[in-house]
């Protein structure tokens, strides 16, 4: 598990944006909850097209849903590799256990014939 200490300053920000935009969202939807709770005629008043305001409000909350995540994916900051890991090792581990899997297959198909 990592510690505060060991997190890059990438995912901070990337969380903190996170829960910024998340904030945003919360205080939209509980706009449209106690608007709904406390101001139902306000809710029943026709605004567009024949629509009323509940109707509108909620399917602004599902565009605003869609965009907040289009903003949070343009602005998230991509964490930089980790050049401690090195890639070359892990694709000779995996080449060698395919091969070894390989062999044992071959092995248990010759001891069938």
Same mark, same amino acid.
């Given at each position: 598990?990592?510690?505060? %200490?060991?997190?890059?300053?990438?995912?901070? #920000?990337?969380?903190?944006?996170?829960?910024?935009?998340?904030?945003? #969202? =919360? =205080?939209?939807?509980?706009?449209?909850? $106690?608007?709904?709770?406390?101001?139902?005629?306000?809710?029943?008043?026709?605004?567009?097209?024949? =629509?009323?305001?509940?109707? /509108? #409000?909620?399917?602004?909350? @599902?565009?605003?849903?869609? @965009? $907040?995540? $289009?903003?949070?994916?343009?602005?998230?900051?991509?964490?930089? /590799?980790?050049?401690? &890991?090195?890639? /070359?090792?892990?694709?000779?581990?995996?080449? &060698?256990?395919?091969?070894?899997?390989? %062999? %044992?297959?071959?092995?248990?198909?010759?001891?069938?014939?």
């Amino acid at each position: 598990m990592k510690t505060p %200490e060991t997190i890059s300053p990438e995912r901070q #920000y990337n969380t903190r944006l996170g829960l910024i935009l998340f904030v945003v #969202y =919360l =205080l939209l939807y509980l706009g449209f909850v $106690l608007g709904s709770a406390f101001l139902a005629d306000a809710m029943e008043t026709k605004v567009l097209f024949g =629509l009323n305001l509940a109707i /509108v #409000y909620g399917f602004a909350l @599902i565009k605003m849903a869609f @965009i $907040l995540s $289009l903003i949070y994916g343009w602005m998230c900051r991509v964490e930089p /590799v980790d050049s401690s &890991s090195n890639t /070359v090792e892990k694709k000779e581990t995996s080449q &060698s256990s395919l091969e070894a899997v390989c %062999e %044992e297959n071959q092995v248990s198909k010759e001891g069938e014939q």
